[in-house]
């Protein structure tokens, strides 16, 4: 974080969106998204979390600052083919969201 001046884009930003493989209540204690999460709640931005997998449990996340968290898996599949369709998944998840923050910042 400290390499690529990741509070510096933080404070920013209006949303930060993170991602990993899956978010759950493991996701709090080391992975990517709970640090990008607890730099992110410092800095009073709201974190969004974009996975292939999301976990029933997102307390531990929330406490450290996440906002919410969306799998980007529209049907049970897989793991063979959710990593084959992990790229379209995303972008097309990521567009949904981009749809979604930009009917905010029309208002």
């Known amino acids: 974080m ?6 510096q884009h933080i404070r920013n930003a209006d949303l930060v969106i993170t991602a990993e493989g899956a ?39 929330h406490s450290v600052g996440l906002t919410a968290a969306f799998s980007i898996t529209p049907a049970p599949i897989t793991l063979t083919e959710a990593y084959g369709l992990a790229e379209a998944n995303l972008e097309k998840s ?7 923050t930009h009917s905010f910042s029309r208002r």
């Open 2 to 7: 400290e390499a690529v001046k990741l509070e």
């Open 23 to 61: 978010i759950d209540a493991q996701s709090a204690f080391g992975k990517t998204p709970a640090g990008v999460s607890r730099l992110a709640h410092a800095c009073g931005v709201p974190v969004i979390g974009l996975c292939g997998k999301l976990g029933a449990e997102l307390a531990p996340l």
């Open 94 to 100: 990521s567009e949904q969201l981009a749809r979604l």
